[in-house]
């Protein structure tokens, strides 16, 4: 009777992944390596763009630097966007974010969730993870690429004891809700997100 229970929960999950769309069993492997290519691409771009700026920007102070990821890490997302081009979306998220405009929907706490179980259990941080997502009657690829905390970002999110008070504030007043804190050196910290649709891998 469990047994037969069970099987059915089984069914029922694997039936809701499917009908969201999260399956990556039906690709063929021509195109998981397209979306890998195009994928890997585009958050190594973001992530040079981020933090080319970000290192400059600390060198005038880590107040200074607050004001490039508040205010310009958006359109510097943008910027890389236009020079992917044909519709490719990307964005940063985390299960403890700053700003709430970064929070993960459903699909993308899904991809963090595969990637906290890894971590979970002591197995190695995987790649990437790829899913296939219907938005308005259009299919997307999300490719998405793991972040991990390095002693450069601990200034913005290490320990709140170590943290600068003046940056404290500066924060506090920023993001009221702040939860990206309290951080260690290679904890895992988030994901880049990249939204792929069909026809870009063609
Ligand atoms: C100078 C301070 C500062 C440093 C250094 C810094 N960050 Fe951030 N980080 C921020 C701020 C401010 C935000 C909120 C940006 C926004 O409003 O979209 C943020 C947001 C993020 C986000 C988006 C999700 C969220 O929490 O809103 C990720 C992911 C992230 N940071 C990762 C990193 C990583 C990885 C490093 C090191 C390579 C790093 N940060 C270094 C200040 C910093």
Do not use: W
Request: hydrophobic share 35%; with cysteine.
């Amino acid at each position: 009777m469990k047994k037969i229970l069970l099987t059915a929960v089984a069914v029922g999950i694997t039936g809701f992944l499917y009908s969201c769309g999260v399956k990556t069993a039906d690709m063929s492997p021509e195109k998981k390596a397209k979306i890998e290519e195009i994928g890997e691409t585009a958050s190594k771009k973001l992530l040079k763009t981020l933090k080319g700026e970000l290192i400059e920007a600390l060198k005038r102070g880590p107040l200074h630097a607050i004001d490039v990821c508040s205010k310009k890490a958006i359109d510097l997302t943008k910027q890389v966007e236009q020079e992917l081009n044909r519709g490719i979306k990307i964005k940063r998220t985390s299960f403890k974010y700053r700003n709430p405009k970064n929070a993960p929907d459903e699909y993308e706490k899904d991809a963090l969730a595969y990637f906290e179980k890894a971590i979970k259990e002591k197995k190695p941080l995987p790649k990437f993870y790829i899913q296939k997502v219907k938005e308005n009657g259009k299919t997307y690829y999300r490719y998405y690429k793991p972040l991990k905390v390095m002693p450069v970002c601990l200034t913005c999110h290490g320990k709140l004891q170590n943290m600068d008070p003046k940056l404290q504030t500066k924060l506090l007043k920023l993001y009221p809700q702040d939860k990206a804190v309290n951080y260690e050196e290679g904890d895992f910290r988030g994901v880049i997100r990249v939204s792929i649709p069909e026809d870009a891998l063609k």
